[in-house]
Nanobody, 126 residues
Framework: QLQLVESGGELVHPGGSLRLSCAASGLSLDYYAIGWFRQAPGSERESVAC????????SYEASVKGRFTISRDNAKNTVYLQMDRLKPEDTAVYYC???????????????????WGQGTQVTVSW
């Protein structure tokens, strides 16, 4: 059974860093794209970054490009989102999602993903 479990969210000060993890089971990262999304209170869920299946091509939304890095460890079947220079506007629940694909874009809609994790809360505040 395909399952995604996020972890790593917590309270962090502005300018700080966090690394989120998305542990996948029931799939091979060589064939599945993984996307990170976030949803702030009162806002729609938005795509942040993604990493494609074969080849591991990455894509970032403009507001996080240069601050966030998505990567994967195939041996652990885990995808990471390293978030640096965090800002209060990065506060949200962060979700990972997956679909079988060799391609992804950070501008894909959430409807293009088939499986979702439960989310992890990231709060950037003093």
């Amino acid at each position: 059974q395909l399952q995604l479990v996020e972890s790593g969210g917590e309270l962090v000060h502005p300018g700080g860093s966090l690394r989120l993890s998305c542990a996948a089971s029931g799939l091979s990262l060589d064939y599945y794209a993984i996307g990170w999304f976030r949803q702030a209170p009162g806002s729609e869920r938005e795509s942040v970054a993604c990493i494609a299946g074969s080849g591991g091509t990455t894509s970032y939304e403009a507001s996080v490009k240069g601050r966030f890095t998505i990567s994967r460890d195939n041996a652990k079947n885990t995808v990471y989102l390293q978030m640096d220079r965090l800002k209060p506007e990065d506060t949200a629940v962060y979700y990972c999602a997956t679909r079988r694909s060799d391609y992804c874009s950070a501008y894909d809609g959430d409807f293009e993903y088939d499986y979702w994790g439960q989310g992890t809360q990231v709060t950037v505040s003093w």
